[in-house]
């Protein structure tokens, strides 16, 4: 998957998270599970960009871990949101899974460039 690839997967990702939050019921548990849901899964997309950009090898591996955090932050959200019976298991499955395909694409790319910094 190259750059550009991994650019508009994390946008639809974004977005994927923004449609959820807007068919969430007006409970006030709800609403704050929503935004903290919203602020983590659309800044997943965020770090991707700011890594793309990265001064060196050293800041890319620090915005793609920042990145990280939100993908394991989004995941909790979503599991609460599951357990909290607000949505079901069947509607969060797939941002669930994307989630955990994406962390595994980030740690790859952490882990390659960091094994590329050791043989320097």
């Not at 903290?36 to 990265?54: D, F, K, N, P, W």
């Not at 871990?65 to 909790?76: A, S």
Request: aromatic content about 6%.
């Amino acid at each position: 998957m190259d750059k550009q690839d991994l650019r508009i997967r994390t946008r639809a990702f974004a977005l994927r998270i923004i449609k959820l939050y807007a068919t969430l019921p007006k409970t006030t548990e709800a609403q704050v599970l929503g935004k903290q849901l919203l602020r983590s899964g659309t800044s997943v997309g965020a770090h991707y960009h700011e890594a793309c950009r990265a001064k060196s090898n050293a800041d890319f591996v620090s915005k793609l871990e920042g990145g990280l955090q939100e993908l394991e932050e989004t995941l909790y959200w979503l599991e609460l949101l599951n357990d909290s019976n607000i949505f079901t298991e069947e509607r969060l499955k797939p941002l669930c899974a994307e989630a955990e395909e994406l962390i595994a694409m980030f740690v790859t790319m952490v882990k390659n460039v960091k094994k590329k910094g050791d043989g320097d």
